[in-house]
């Protein structure tokens, strides 16, 4: 659902890209309060996993196909606040390095992609979760049902934006039906590649899914075979930061997987942001990205001809340069945290 330059008109994407820098700025200081030191180091990491994932199109209705947005997924697994940051990394990377979404279109995309995806998708899942057992099961469901929903509410606030600055004269009935038809058929994509893969880390240690936190099971750990309950945080410490280093490159390794090799495999269909707007004359007014000409735009390693290798070469790179830039930025605001803005993890139980 990457917008490009020339959907939205001038004023309306400046708008947009205040509202988005407000929410950015909003979101550095509530991630502080998100952020410890077990969760800190997999931010980085997860927005690095989006990135991936998100190259992995997959077909939701004849020629038409559908990727991860992945606010949800963030969300559920390090905050709403660092949710939005993840995003807006991710965006900020395609654009910059891919030409994919537009630069102007960059506050659109942020608001759409990041913001609302997120605030929906986290707000369901808390409510689900409110009147859901406290049981993994739970938070894996809840995921399911609000990762669904996320997307149509963004292909929603889309053609709100749209309806107010489109820079072309289409019913907006129709749009809107449009939009959300196909991104509800999206949304059961985004909603079982989000299940899966909290239930994954759920399953494993679920005291570093910020989602999760709160269950009353004690912490099992597997000794000589047997899972046997967890001593004191102190004690279990040296094996938790084990744990960590272990799921870190667990998910790196899986994300270059995904970036460098599965998505030669993605659906060449276009998305359902451009079917539609091929469909409904959205696209007439397009504009040339302003980094076309960036050695790795579509997704590609310039001047080489294979387009395997160009393709995988190109996604790797994308990940190493987010996991970069999201480490960078998760650390720093990390850093920043004061002794009045306490970790939110401080007094939480460890999980099973």
């Known amino acids: ?34 952020l410890d030191e077990r969760t800190a180091p997999l931010a980085g990491l997860v927005a690095a996993f989006i990135f991936a994932v998100q190259m992995l199109n997959f077909p939701v209705a004849a020629g038409t196909s559908g990727h991860l947005l992945g606010g949800a997924l963030a969300a559920i697994l390090v905050g709403p606040y660092t949710g939005v940051l993840c995003i807006s990394v991710v965006l900020l990377m395609q654009g910059i390095l891919f ?9 659109v995309n ?6 609302v995806t997120t605030v929906v998708a986290y707000a369901l899942f808390r409510g689900l979760l409110g009147v859901l057992p406290r049981t993994r099961r739970s938070v894996t469901a809840a995921s399911f049902v609000a990762a669904l929903v996320s997307v149509p509410a963004a292909a929603g606030a889309f053609t709100f934006i749209y309806w107010i600055g489109g820079t072309t004269d289409i019913p907006i ?3 809107f039906t449009a939009m959300v038809g196909v991104h509800v058929l999206i949304g059961i994509g985004e909603a079982v590649i989000t299940a899966l893969t909290v239930g994954a880390v759920v399953a494993v240690r679920p005291d570093l899914v910020h989602g999760a936190r709160g269950l009353t099971a004690p912490l099992k750990l ?3 075979g047997e899972l046997v309950d967890a001593p004191a945080r102190q004690s279990v410490a040296p094996v938790a930061a084990r744990s960590i280093r272990g799921i870190w490159a667990v998910g790196l390794a899986a994300a270059l997987v995904l970036a460098g090799f599965v998505s030669f495999y993605a659906s060449a269909s276009p998305d359902g942001l451009e079917k539609v707007a091929a469909d409904q004359g959205i696209d007439k007014k397009t504009e040339e990205h302003a ?18 290798i160009s393709g995988g070469l190109a996604g790797v ?13 998760f650390y720093v ?3 920043r945290r004061t002794p009045k803005t306490p970790a939110a993890t401080s007094g939480i139980r460890e999980n099973a």
């Not at 790179?317 to 987010?322: E, F, H, L, Q, R």
């Open 291 to 308: 980094a076309k000409d960036s050695p790795l735009a579509d997704y590609g390693v310039k001047d080489v001809s294979n387009a395997r």
């Open 317 to 329: 790179i994308g990940v190493g340069a987010t996991v970069l830039v999201g480490s960078g930025v």
């Open 99 to 107: 030409a994919d979404g537009g630069l102007t279109a960059l506050g």
């Open 333 to 335: 605001v990390r850093r």
């Open 1 to 34: 659902m990457h917008v490009p330059d020339g959907f939205i008109n001038a004023p309306v994407s400046a708008a947009a890209g205040v509202v988005a820098a407000g929410a950015v700025a909003v979101s550095l200081r509530g991630a502080r309060r998100e």
């Open 173 to 175: 009935g129709e749009v």
């Open 222 to 224: 597997r000794v000589d």
């Open 110 to 115: 942020v608001l759409d992609m990041g913001v």
